[in-house]
């Protein structure tokens, strides 16, 4: 029986039931044998012992196509049913044995299963070459859902191509439970959750998943700060732009435009954040972003994102004949966007 299909049926049918059941079908083929069994319990519990014996048999037999006939927890679980069912000198208390302990093999498979695929998921990531600069203590979570693998990776450790393995590993898929990697000293670290303080680790690292994907959408939106590398413009009019109504605020629009479309993550007008229902307004020599007046002469415009490909965006705007603003393009290794006030 494949691994898969074993997990399928071990949620199906417990030890506990297995037990029962062929307690049952073993006093009826007793029974049915002759009347003269009733006379006979030393008989009979032979017979059922037998039974549950088989029963062991089988387990150790999953056991080995699961890969885990040399595994020592469940070497010892498999030891620890036989001597109780070999010890039970009632018929009630081979079918407690069979049940208790049978139930242990069970959550022992279940375990292990696990802690092999834990194991696949560790040296997975131990293969990233990016390790190295992990931050100490950050955390990797990887857990298997219906909608495939999702990997929790909220200090951006890992590679494209590490979480498309993990993604793709048949080992992978079949985790019942979340695997945690904890950095430390460049190195990872393989966390359980089968203990409270790890569960709770485990339910603080879905909050900072959460809470890191909030920031993200929040810096993405406008409402949060952003810092990354970009550009600081700094803007003036040209002599003759003056007297061209509202030119200072096409031209505005026009760098904010072809800041976004060279893929900007984020841009600042003065001391005003950009976000979907941003306004830019110019009157005269006086320009209103977000409603609010923003100093001009010069006019700070700060955008994050790839500062090469930002500036030679504005290339193409710049030189053409109806521009009319001068324009001071410094490339920046941190720029720092302010965020939108939440209302």
């Known amino acids: 029986m494949r691994e898969g299909a074993w997990r399928k049926w071990v949620q199906k049918l417990d030890p506990w039931l297995i037990a029962l059941v062929i307690v049952m079908l073993i006093n009826v083929a007793a029974l049915g044998r002759s009347p003269r069994s009733l006379v006979r319990p030393v008989g009979e519990l032979s017979t059922i012992r037998a039974g549950a014996m088989a029963l062991g048999d089988f387990y150790s037999n999953q056991a080995k196509d699961l890969?885990?006939?040399h595994n020592a927890a469940v070497r010892d679980a498999l030891a620890k049913y036989r001597f109780e069912v070999e010890q039970a000198s009632t018929l009630e208390a081979v079918a407690k044995a069979m049940g208790d302990y049978g139930?242990?093999?069970s959550n022992i498979f279940h375990?292990?299963?696990?802690?092999?695929r834990e194991q696949v998921v560790l040296g997975i990531i131990s293969r990233d070459p990016g390790l190295a600069a992990a931050p100490e203590g950050a955390t990797v979570v990887v857990r298997s859902t219906d909608e495939g693998v999702r990997v929790d990776d909220p200090a951006h450790i890992l590679s494209i191509a590490t979480i498309q393995r993990l993604q793709a590993d048949p080992s992978v898929k079949q985790m019942t439970e979340l695997a945690q990697i904890e950095m430390r000293g460049g190195k990872p670290r393989l966390l359980t959750t089968r203990s409270l303080p790890s569960q709770i680790q485990a339910l603080r690292q879905e909050m900072e998943t959460t809470r890191a994907t909030l920031t993200e959408a929040m810096q993405a939106g406008g409402y949060a700060q952003l810092v990354g590398p970009g550009l600081v413009i700094r803007a003036r009019q040209s002599a003759g732009q003056a007297l061209l109504e509202n030119v200072l605020g096409y031209d505005l629009r026009d760098?904010?435009?072809e800041l976004f479309a060279a893929g900007a993550k984020g841009i600042q007008v003065g001391s005003q954040r950009l976000i979907a229902t941003s306004s830019i307004r110019a009157v005269g020599d006086t320009v209103l972003v977000n409603h609010q007046t923003v100093?001009?002469?010069?006019?700070?415009?700060?955008?994050v994102?790839?500062?090469?490909?930002?500036?030679?965006?504005?290339?193409?705007?710049?030189?053409?004949?109806?521009?009319g603003l001068m324009l001071d393009i410094q490339k920046r290794d941190s720029v720092t966007l302010v965020g939108h006030p939440l209302r």
């Open 295 to 303: 100093p001009v002469d010069p006019l700070e415009i700060k955008a």
């Open 67 to 69: 890969g885990l006939e």
């Open 305 to 323: 994102g790839d500062p090469t490909v930002l500036a030679s965006a504005l290339d193409l705007i710049t030189n053409t004949p109806y521009f």
């Open 103 to 105: 139930l242990n093999i």
């Open 111 to 116: 375990r292990e299963l696990q802690l092999k």
């Open 255 to 257: 760098i904010v435009n």
